[in-house]
């Protein structure tokens, strides 16, 4: 069974940053697509980014714009945890964020393609 637990989330004034982690369980990094989403308030869940962890355990990322330049993502699959550090946070980053993982290649944002949700943790971003 795939469980993803996030943590970090919390509230920081714009400009600052935050750390989120996803620890997972019940699922490999090897070769698998994982990635990030957010829902604000009212919005549609969007994917932030995500990442491909290649057999040698080297990774790809890959990013949404909006977020491209300030958010990374990494990953310690010895630890099976996920990370998505957020820097230059803006009020509008404002949402619930929620780790996922995929079992379609090649990785995309979709949502559609993801399977397994964490339950999310909420960040806020004031001005």
């Known amino acids: 069974q795939v469980q993803l637990v996030e943590s970090g989330g919390g509230s920081v004034q714009a400009g600052g940053s935050l750390r989120l982690s996803c620890a997972v369980s019940?699922?490999?990094?090897?070769?698998?697509?994982m990635g990030w989403f957010r829902q604000a308030p009212g919005k549609e869940r969007e994917g932030v980014g995500g990442?491909?962890?290649?057999?040698?355990?080297?990774?790809?990322?890959f990013y949404a714009t909006s977020v491209k330049g300030r958010f990374t993502i990494s990953q310690d699959s010895a630890k099976s945890t996920l990370y998505l550090q957020m820097n230059s946070l803006r009020p509008e980053d404002t949402a619930v964020y929620y780790c996922?993982?995929?079992?379609?290649?090649?990785?995309?944002?979709?949502?559609?393609?993801?399977?397994?949700w964490g339950q999310g943790t909420q960040v806020t971003v004031s001005s």
């Open positions: 990442i491909y962890t290649f057999t040698d355990s080297t990774f790809s990322t």
């Open positions: 019940g699922h490999t990094f090897i070769r698998h697509c």
């Open positions: 996922a993982t995929s079992a379609s290649f090649p990785c995309t944002l979709s949502r559609a393609d993801y399977t397994n």
